[in-house]
């Protein structure tokens, strides 16, 4: 049975959640891909106040929410 596009999502955001984390926290060294291991860095950046964070080497992007009070 083929994954439906909620189920999908669900499964990415698995996978990322403790790198969403760790740059909600402010940690933007040392991070590794969670889909293709890739650990030579995640590449972490802001624009008009969005922040994502993306991998070189698979090209995955994902955005990153970051409260501010």
Known sequence: MPESPEDRL???ESLWYEVVE?????????LVCPECQFSE???VAEHAGRTSVSCPN????????????
Request: aromatic share 0%; proline share 0%.
């Open 22 to 30: 760790a740059v909600a926290d402010g940690r933007t060294q040392g």
């Open 41 to 43: 860095g995640l590449v």
């Open 58 to 69: 698979c090209k995955r992007v994902v955005e990153v929410g970051i409260a501010t009070a």
């Open 10 to 12: 669900s499964e990415l």
